[in-house]
């Protein structure tokens, strides 16, 4: 804390004062590298520049003249507190472990407004401070401005938890002089009597992105990365470079002007006497191009062009794109680019480079999109928990616990790949800083923790899929008309690790990556982080399941049949015609009540017992199988009909394609003995069924 901050008072201070207050002139600032411009007594406070490390795009600005005067003076006094010391501890315990000591510069502000919405409404009432409250204004400020205006249970959440947070705030600042009761919603249990029903919501109503989409906008992206990143790093080096030589030629003595313009006229006859076209650049004639190719100041082609109109009509009618000579070096499978990227086109190519980085950052790593875009030059290092592994280090964009906003999520090589090409395009510390990839556009927005550039690259995800589109014929949608958004990543590779295990989504070496991450935690090790949405969705994914078979019953057969067909009784005595929420499926799968997990690729349901798993090896302790190495004669397996039915349909398919001229013998003939184990187990379940 800072010195004002380490304060003694005694009697005489507080009937002098009311309240305890730093010095006018105090710093706003803490913890912070960068130091505030604010002082205590500002009429203007700016959260941005208070919170350490935080880029914000959001309007986090309190103006103290909008609160009612009489209660301007505490608010700030707890407001300056909370910012350097933090909740207290006995506060953090009593709301549970998802509480922050030090919430973020926009949860700074959100919760001021909810102080100033609190003092306006018992200034309404004749209040002049917050000691003049009583649980029924409490009651009544709530109801009238959250509880009846069908807002979320987020929302409602948030605010009365920022009041519970102001009264802490009193407590630690002076105690003696404002007796503000304690809010009626203070504490977990307390709070959880005011927040309206639990409703469907958050991660899981989050479109999925179709297989066919997202496989082919990830192996764009891989191939940006790989195929295209030195050229278009090297075309936008010699771009810059270009431009730097005439801006300094722009600064320099004019010189000569008929030696400048002399040498302009040549070049421009004899281009006309070749009949080649003139390079142009954004609609017209590449000026800068030419003059540093020429040497010479660009301003000086308006004298050349004007006084000769045969080379202004010819500069108009026979025009190409501009080609920096260094792009020339590189045909790249791309359309308009295969003799290079023009000019034109030098900014777009390095805007989807960057798109690419983030959707192969995002995707194969589960990381929020804001976490994406935070991540900062060095953040790709050796793990802690194993020195063979790369991790990313990044702050943490949602419920950080006790303070804690650092985190590692595991970086498989594309993912290293992607972010050394982010450090090779970017000059700042910021890898996704929009000089560095492109993004111009300012979207309004004031939602998420970096608004303005994770909507931008929304955008850019979009028109990628569009550029995608119109090269392939392929359709690139999530629904009609709607295009892959960058929250939808995340959401979709749980739901394919969940469901399809082997699938061709996100590539069986990444599930294996990510399987790998929830049973020795390297992923998000927080309760609530990737792994924890993997489990849900494989919960949410087994109680379909389940519920499925209780609606329609179906002969089940193999090793584990009598267990599949217990919790099948079990879940349809309680929970059959029930929606789960996110919260009951996160209790199911810790308590471990239906182990059962499913493997479409296979065609087996797994009744999971660690004891007689086939795909665990003995010396490793697992709570969760390993779908993507299921074995079918496992003692855990089991089958349905509609697995069966589904096993015999592959297989089918195999021996159509196995029997196409085109296939290979060795590949037919491996394709027809798969299709033959398959019919066998089709043939075992109807006779064992049960």
């Known amino acids: 804390m ?3 901050s380490a304060r003694s008072r005694d009697a005489t201070d507080i009937e002098m004062q009311p309240f305890w207050q730093p010095a006018a002139t105090t710093s706003l600032g803490r913890r912070n590298p960068k130091p505030s411009k604010g002082r205590y007594s500002d009429d203007r406070w700016d959260f941005r520049e208070l919170v350490p490390n935080e880029e914000m795009a959001d309007p986090c600005v309190v103006i103290w003249t909008k609160v009612p005067a009489a209660f301007i003076p505490c608010m700030k006094s707890v407001a300056f507190e909370l910012l350097h010391a933090g909740a207290p501890s006995w506060f953090v315990n009593a709301h549970g472990h998802a509480t922050e000591r030090f919430p973020s510069a926009f949860g700074f502000y959100k919760a001021i407004l909810d102080w100033r919405s609190l003092a306006a409404f018992l200034e309404s009432r004749g209040a002049r401070s917050f000691s003049d409250c009583s649980p029924d204004d409490y009651v009544q400020w709530a109801e009238a401005t959250i509880l009846d205006r069908g807002l979320s249970r987020t929302r409602v959440k948030s605010s009365l938890f920022n009041i519970s947070r102001l009264w802490a705030g009193l407590q630690i600042t002076d105690g003696h002089a404002q007796s503000m009761p304690q809010p009626p919603w203070y504490g977990v249990d307390a709070l959880s009597e005011y927040l309206p029903s ?24 891989l191939k940006f990365l790989n195929e295209f990143a030195g050229p278009i790093l090297e075309a936008r080096d010699e771009y810059r470079d270009l431009f730097g030589r005439v801006a300094r030629k722009l600064e320099e003595p004019q010189g000569s002007t008929g030696s400048q313009c002399q040498k302009i006229r040549g070049y421009l006859e004899d281009m006309m006497r070749l009949g080649k076209d003139i390079p142009q650049h954004q609609g017209s004639v590449a000026r800068t191009a030419i003059a540093a190719q020429l040497g010479v100041n660009p301003r000086f082609f308006s004298d050349v062009v004007r006084r000769r109109p045969d080379l202004r009509n010819y500069a108009a009618a026979h025009q190409e794109r501009a080609i920096l000579p260094g792009a020339r070096r590189h045909s790249l499978t791309f359309q308009g680019w295969e003799s290079g990227i023009p000019m034109d086109d030098v900014e777009e190519a390095v805007a989807f480079l960057g798109t690419a980085a983030f959707i192969v950052i995002s995707y194969l790593t589960g990381m929020r999109p804001s976490e994406v875009l935070n991540l900062q030059r060095g953040c790709l290092r050796a793990s802690s928990v194993d020195a063979d592994r790369q991790v990313l280090a990044g702050r943490v964009s949602k419920n950080r616990h006790g303070g804690i906003d650092q985190d590692e999520w595991l970086a498989i090589a594309p993912v290293a790949h992607a972010v050394r090409v982010l450090e090779r395009m970017s000059d700042s510390t910021t890898l996704f ?33 569009r550029r995608i589109e119109s090269n392939s014929g392929l359709p690139m949608t999530v629904s009609a008309g709607q295009y892959p958004t960058t929250r939808m990543f995340r959401r979709t590779v749980a739901w394919y690790i969940a469901r399809r295990p082997g699938g061709l989504v996100a590539l069986s070496f990444q599930y294996k990556h990510l399987r790998s991450l929830t049973s020795a935690g390297y992923a998000a090790r927080r309760r609530d982080g990737f792994p924890q949405l993997v489990a849900v969705e494989t919960m949410r994914f087994a109680a379909e399941f389940l519920a499925n078979l209780a609606n329609n019953p179906e002969h089940i057969s193999g ?3 009598d267990k599949l067909v217990a919790s099948v009784d079990e879940f349809r005595t309680e929970f059959l015609g029930t ?12 308590s471990g009540r239906f182990p059962v997990y499913i493997n479409d690729d296979l065609h087996v349901a797994c009744h999971f017992d660690p004891a007689k798993a086939a795909c665990i090896p003995r010396a490793i302790e697992s709570q969760t199988p390993r779908i993507q190495d299921c074995v079918n004669t496992c003692a855990n397996a089991a089958s349905t009909d509609g697995l069966m039915t589904a096993a015999d349909a592959a297989a089918e398919r195999w021996v159509v394609i196995a029997e196409r001229p085109e296939t290979s013998p060795f590949v037919g003939e491996r394709l027809k003995a798969a299709a033959a184990a398959k019919r066998r187990r089709v043939e075992q379940h109807q006779l064992g069924a049960r």
């Open 198 to 221: 639990e409703r469907s919501g958050g991660e899981n109503l989050t479109p999925v992105i179709p297989e066919s989409t997202v496989s082919l906008l990830l192996h764009e992206s």
């Open 579 to 590: 929606t789960l929420s996110d919260r009951q499926l996160t209790e199911l799968a810790r």
């Open 433 to 465: 800083a929009q000089s560095a990839i492109g993004v111009t556009a300012q979207p309004q927005s004031t939602k998420s923790s970096r608004p303005l550039l994770t909507k931008t690259m929304s955008d850019r995800v979009a028109w990628l899929c």
């Open 2 to 4: 800072p010195e004002a």
């Open 559 to 561: 090793p584990s049949a």
